[in-house]
């Protein structure tokens, strides 16, 4: 580490900078790449108008996360769930010791639907 104190710091400003590039780029491809986002037929595109805070917004109608790329969706409410892993549909019953250890935060249920439809249009709020 001696080699590091020694170099101008510039070098180190440099070199931490490519360190941080780096990351933040494999980040990208896993986000934006890796297929680990929410099943299409569980995402909805909800506009400002309809959420009231004026941005427009992705809603999963599922529980999991980008990080672990395991989701699990009930689609309806009480439905059958519905189980991805790395993009794919898989059974529940592999996800359920991970999912177990780690049950977090319910995604938003959906309102209507069935075993692979899509989810309802958006309506005009009133």
Not at 22 to 46: S, T
Request: charged share 15%; aromatic share 6%.
């Amino acid at each position: 580490m001696k080699w590091i104190s020694q170099r101008p710091l510039w070098q180190k400003l440099g070199a931490g900078g490519i360190i941080v590039v780096m990351i933040g780029g494999l980040l990208a491809v896993l986000l934006l790449g890796g297929g680990c986002d929410c099943p299409a037929a569980y995402k909805e595109r909800v506009t400002g108008a309809q959420s009231g805070n004026g941005y427009d917004e992705d809603i999963c109608h599922c529980s999991g996360d980008t990080f672990s790329c395991n989701w699990q969706c009930e689609y309806p409410v009480g439905a059958v769930p519905q189980c991805y892993s790395n993009g794919q549909q898989t059974p529940c019953s592999e996800q359920s010791a991970e999912e177990s250890a780690s049950e977090g935060a319910e995604g938003t249920p959906p309102s209507e639907g069935a075993e692979g439809s899509a989810p309802p249009a958006p309506t005009a709020a009133t």
